[in-house]
């Protein structure tokens, strides 16, 4: 039952239809090419006046080889191998599915796609034939057993008893001659498409170093989408927990501390207005923009950054040794995220608490350590309440200090909580 199957599964898949449809489309395409090749195929063999010049068959035979050059020569016209992908994808089922297929770049790329159309169009020209050729000849030994003069409708056809009427058990036969004529034709549409699918990975399909681009690229983009949700984790974050802290404290003392309550609200208009140019630039890094409203913070606004922190009311201490700005610009907006980052973490799983923020810049390296006291010590990602936060701000700043060839090292020791990032560029010099 299983070969049974098996055998009839090409009459009742909808793929074997489809592919047919594409043959014949390649048929269509390759008529102009052969009709005008053999035209002038024609009127120089008329010219040569030797015997059999003025046949069609000929100049068709001539022709034919002319005709598939010109075919090849159009795998170099611009969106001729994406456009044979796109066909191959619609109605070749199976056949690059799950490719990449870009526009030729090469020339090895370029020979592929001629070789592909040559196929395409003479296998397509040869199933067009096969196609007339054999639905007619089914047609015409289907009706031979009820026609009421099967000797003309017999006339002209590939019937071998020549012209001679049939007899009455060749009409009786000929409805099965005709059915197996149709079958074999189907059965031969489907070993082509078969073939055909089998072909399009491998002349339309990328490359092995087409592959590898694609590869770089996703490396490339999956990179970019990391930096921008660090730049988002780390602004935006930082951002909001400062604003919820600020909100929570003046909504419990609006009505003892008016002043203070002012200034937490201040605060938090500067610190929405902040988050909103960080935002804008990190959207215009989305939309390949050139950021115009918010130029990268570094070590030049850590001052701001602490006094905002300060704003919220946690006791920060800082400690800057060495000229900030002698660090490249690159380290310098690094080390800013990380300071950022860092006294986030303490707002949001410590609270108001005193900090010591310590910068020490030398010739060549720079570290950062910020330490916070803590009742429990906590895990890396652990919240206020010992819950887990997910860790992505320590991720995100191992990610940053990763690419630049530093180190992080957090961590709960002795009631304290520590972290301390140190970075190098004196190979980069």
């Known amino acids: 039952m299983p070969h049974i199957r098996r055998l009839l599964s090409p009459l009742t898949q909808i793929a074997t239809y489809t592919r047919w449809v594409h043959l014949i489309l390649g048929g269509v395409v390759f008529m102009p090419y052969l009709i005008a ?109 009820v026609a009421p003069d099967p000797a003309g409708l017999m006339e002209g056809s590939l019937y071998p008893a020549g012209g001679e009427p049939p007899a009455p058990a060749e009409r009786i036969a000929a409805p099965f001659a005709g059915a197996a004529l149709l079958l074999a034709v189907i059965y031969t549409v489907a070993g082509a498409g078969a073939l055909m699918a089998r072909l399009a990975p491998v002349l339309l399909g990328p490359s092995a170093a087409e592959r590898l681009a694609a590869a770089q690229q996703r490396v490339e983009t999956l990179a970019e989408r990391n930096r921008l949700a660090r730049e988002l984790h780390d602004s935006i974050g930082h951002a909001l927990s400062a604003v919820t802290l600020q909100a929570g404290t003046a909504a419990r003392v609006i009505d003892t501390d008016p002043a203070f309550t002012r200034s937490a609200l201040e605060a938090i208009a500067e610190q929405a207005r902040t988050a909103t140019a960080e935002l804008d630039h990190v959207l215009g890094l989305l939309r390949d923009e050139r950021p115009s409203t918010a130029p990268q913070r570094d070590l030049a606004h850590l001052d701001q950054l602490v006094e905002a922190t300060r704003a919220v009311g946690a006791e920060v201490t800082a400690d800057v040794e060495g000229d900030p700005a002698a660090v490249p610009g690159v380290v310098s907006r690094e080390t800013y995220r990380i300071c950022q980052e860092g006294l986030t973490n303490v707002l949001r799983h410590a609270g108001p608490v005193p900090v010591a923020l310590r910068l020490r810049v030398g010739a060549h390296e720079l570290e950062v350590e910020i330490t916070n006291p803590t009742a429990h010590p906590a895990p890396a990602g652990a919240g206020r309440n010992g819950n887990r936060g997910g860790g992505r701000g320590l991720r995100g700043m191992d990610e940053r200090l990763r690419l630049l060839g530093g180190t992080l090292q957090a961590g709960a020791a002795d009631g304290q909580w520590r972290l301390r990032a140190a970075v190098s560029w004196r190979d980069a010099q």
């Open 37 to 145: 090749v053999a035209v002038l195929a024609s009127l120089i063999l008329a010219s040569g006046g030797g015997p059999g010049s003025g046949s069609p068959g000929a100049a068709l035979v001539v022709g034919l080889a002319p005709a598939l050059g010109l075919v090849a020569a159009t795998a170099w016209l611009p969106g001729v191998r994406t456009m044979s992908a796109h066909l191959v994808r619609a109605l070749v089922t199976g056949a690059l599915a799950a490719e990449e297929v870009a526009e030729a770049s090469t020339r090895r790329s370029r020979m592929r796609t001629g070789l592909w159309l040559v196929v395409h169009l003479s296998a397509g020209f040869a199933v067009c034939l096969a196609t007339m050729l054999g639905l007619t000849q089914s047609a015409v030994l289907a009706a031979t057993a």
